[in-house]
């Protein structure tokens, strides 16, 4: 709760509304006027939502905790959507602990107007990242991510990695054309989970590009590393 539908939301401040993931889903609101446009509070989402740019220099902002996606809801982000979160801001595929609730993501931006996922501060280390868990492949689910952007993540997550990206017993996502940068650690961890990563960049960390945890084979072809040598400069 609430339920929207064709609201329109006008002023000054940080944001015209703060709400669940529930109350989000395309067209349902515009904002105008804010700092930053649409608060978006810790929650659970259990079924499929659309978010669209939600006007003009408007943007999502995650603050307090986590977003988590599943019961084989999908959350499909449209071209030209920007997300920002603080430090304690995630946004989790799959419920935690359940191997049969997938969650997905589907993101596909274009080279014009691609999606980005980014700090509400600006600075790296200023989020928790993606996590995609061990249910978000569950009986064949599938997440894209194509042309967009992820970066400066790199706190702490469950009290062990910190990354962009972090994967954890699943195939999932499948990122193509996408920028995943400037982390405070690890770009991409891989923990049991053979993803597949390509024509993308990958730049800006203080350890790894990509680290496969338990040695599985993370497909990576045709990226872009810092350097024409690949991913060793």
Not at 21 to 45: A, E, K, R, W
Not at 66 to 88: H, M, P, Q, S
Request: charged residues 15%.
């Amino acid at each position: 709760q609430p339920i929207l539908s064709g609201c329109s939301f006008s002023g000054t401040g940080d944001y015209g509304l703060r709400v669940g993931l529930h109350s989000i889903d395309n067209g349902s609101f515009i904002t105008s006027g804010y700092i930053h446009g649409v608060q978006v509070l810790p929650s659970t989402l259990i079924s499929s939502r659309r978010w669209n740019v939600p006007g003009t220099n408007q943007v999502y902002v995650v603050e307090g905790g986590d977003l988590t996606i599943y019961n084989w809801a999908a959350l499909t982000i449209d071209e030209g959507v920007t997300v920002k979160f603080d430090t304690n801001g995630r946004l989790i595929l799959g419920y935690p602990g359940l191997i049969n609730s997938p969650g997905r993501l589907l993101a596909d931006g274009t080279p014009a107007s691609p999606i980005t996922f980014t700090s509400l501060s600006g600075a790296v280390n200023g989020w928790k990242g993606l996590t995609f868990g061990s249910s978000s492949d569950y009986n064949g689910a599938t997440s894209t991510l194509d042309y967009c952007i992820i970066e400066k993540a790199g706190v702490l997550t469950d009290g062990v990695w910190r990354a962009n990206v972090l994967c954890v017993d699943t195939n999932q996502p499948t990122m193509t054309h996408c920028r995943i940068l400037d982390s405070g650690a690890e770009l991409v961890v891989c923990v049991r989970s053979p993803i597949s990563i390509s024509n993308s960049e990958l730049v800006g960390t203080p350890g790894q590009a990509i680290v496969s945890n338990v040695g599985d084979t993370v497909e990576a072809a045709n990226n872009w590393w810092g350097h024409a040598t690949g991913p060793y400069d």
